[in-house]
């Protein structure tokens, strides 16, 4: 369960994104809509898995997508699961309309029945993962069960990773002043919040391959760090995407 398969064209990496929509993703952020943060942090996580497909002037699909962004239900963004190189071809992202509730169940669910059909053909694959962005308390059922159904679901490369952005300032018993300096939350961490336990309990731990990947873009997190990022800041939200594109390439 090393997490050391390489992303390329003939074994790409599958990477599932959640993305709440509810109403509350109207409210401010750095002066802008917490919608627009997460739009421009997510576009900025597909650029650089493109820049990482790219060799010369050639496009290799390593990466494949699928966006499912959620209120009361799940909207699939792109219809189904599309390369890298489809969505560099499209240039932008389809746009994220907040709605009213935030029924993350529901969209853990889905990511799961995608899963039971690609995993199949994904056993010399890097492991899939599942980013789960979210601002708020759901509504709806308890998507924890469904998380840890996920979890542990596997192929040789490792159990699918689950990683959770939790928009919110009321997480950490002091400001993260230095993004680039923070070492993460481990499961030691004191949060201050019942929803952040809960997301932390459906968060897998940050891979060593995924680390050394975020260390080249200078970024610290450090052993033991959970795939769990408190989206306090712009900055902090825009780790979180990156490191959902974290896979090791060649």
């Known amino acids: 369960m090393n997490y050391s398969i390489q992303a390329s064209q003939r074994t790409p990496a599958l990477v599932i994104y959640l993305i709440d929509i509810s109403a509350s993703m109207n409210m ?72 009213r509730f935030s029924d993350s169940a529901k969209a853990f669910l ?10 199949p053909h994904m056993q010399d694959c890097p492991a899939p993962l599942v980013c789960h962005m979210t601002d708020g308390v759901s509504t709806g059922d308890d998507p924890e069960p469904i998380a840890k159904r996920i979890m542990n679901m596997s192929v040789p490369d490792g159990n699918v990773l689950v990683e959770n952005i939790f928009i919110s300032d009321k997480l950490l018993d002091a400001p993260i002043l230095e993004p ?42 450090g052993e033991g760090a959970m795939m769990m990022l408190p989206g306090t800041c712009s900055e902090l939200v825009s780790i979180g995407f990156q490191m959902s594109a974290a896979t090791p390439v060649r």
């Open 28 to 99: 401010l952020m750095d002066g802008k809509r917490r919608m627009d943060v997460v739009y421009e942090a997510l576009s900025l996580a597909i650029r650089q898995m493109v820049f990482r497909s790219t060799k010369g002037n050639r496009l290799t699909p390593r990466y494949r997508i699928a966006i499912l962004a959620y209120s009361d239900d799940v909207y699939d963004l792109l219809n189904g699961i599309k390369g890298i190189d489809e969505i560099a071809a499209v240039g932008s992202l389809p746009d994220l309309t907040p709605k």
């Open 110 to 119: 889905q990511a799961e029945r995608i899963l039971q059909a690609e995993i």
């Open 180 to 221: 680039r300096r923070w070492k993460g939350i481990t499961a030691e961490t004191v949060l201050q919040d019942e929803h952040a336990k809960k997301l932390r309990n459906m968060s897998s731990v940050l891979p060593g391959s995924y680390r050394e990947m975020l260390f080249e873009a200078d970024y610290q997190l």
